[in-house]
């Protein structure tokens, strides 16, 4: 094949250098090595995506503590990228400094009671809670607390819609939303991003893992489970790779004569 010019496309997705340095350092200081750094929502999609999904069209949110990471595939392929420095970390913020509780107790609040959808009919409804000693707080109004979380998640799926939009890549999707991470496990999640996003969308669930799926079955753990399946096809690829003292030997065997 004769040519003059090559050319390719490629996504490049790029980070902070000295924020992965404290990382790997932490990570060395436990007595292990960093083989290679993997970016969240590569690892979540290649554990809640079949190659069908990737082929039609797919967005992936992965609704960490403190970022929100997410990933459009089409035609099989990487097409965009996308990280918001705003994730559970900050719902929780919000609760403690809007019913102005303690940050453990607004942690609480939002794993027991929280919930993504507004509803005015429970505005005047109130809830007791106590403190960590057990001591009686102020009355949580219920309504209020709803409305500080869904205000809060809106915002994150309106800069995920505009910033894909940007890219053209709404009308691709042809696969749906896919909800990962901590942030997934909130109550109606889902049909708040429907609703801000226009398109379907499912609770992210794993599709590579054996043996005691239900328990890892949880958007939570899909990350890791695409670092184990990411891991796993690099070794693959670099078994299956022949080295290059074998390359030589066959080279030379095939020209000596035996």
């Known amino acids: 094949m004769l040519g003059a010019r090559l050319e390719v496309d490629v996504h490049v997705v790029h980070g902070h250098l000295n924020r992965l340095q404290n990382a790997i350092r932490a990570v060395k200081g436990m007595q292990l090595e960093v083989d290679e750094v993997v970016f969240n929502g590569l690892a979540a999609s290649l ?5 069908a999904q990737k082929e039609l069209g797919a967005l992936v949110i992965d609704i960490g503590a403190g970022t929100t990471d997410y990933v459009v595939y089409h035609g099989g392929v990487i097409k965009h990228t996308g990280v918001l420095a705003v994730g559970g970390d900050h719902v929780t913020n919000d609760l403690a400094f809007g019913l102005k509780v303690p940050q453990g107790r607004a942690e609480q609040l939002k794993i027991e009671n929280g919930h993504a959808l507004m509803d005015e009919s429970l505005a005047g409804q109130k809830l007791n809670i106590t403190s960590e000693l057990g001591l009686p707080l102020n009355p949580i109004n219920v309504g209020h607390l709803r409305r500080i979380m869904s205000l809060r998640l809106e915002e994150i799926f309106q800069l995920i819609a505009q910033d894909v939009e940007q890219a053209e890549l709404l009308e691709y999707l042809r696969a749906g939303v896919f909800l990962c991470g901590g942030g997934a496990r909130i109550s109606e999640i889902a049909r708040l991003a429907e ?13 590579c893992v054996n043996g005691l799926k239900s328990t890892l079955d949880q958007p939570e753990f899909a990350t ?13 690829r670099v078994e299956a790779r022949p ?7 066959n080279v030379f065997g095939r020209l000596l004569p035996r």
Do not use: C, E, W
């Open 47 to 51: 554990a809640v995506l079949s190659p």
């Open 224 to 236: 890791a489970i695409g670092l184990v399946k990411f891991g796993s096809l690099k070794h693959r």
């Open 243 to 249: 080295s290059l003292v074998k390359n030589l030997k």
């Open 195 to 207: 609703r801000v996003l226009d398109l379907p969308v499912t609770i992210g669930k794993t599709t």
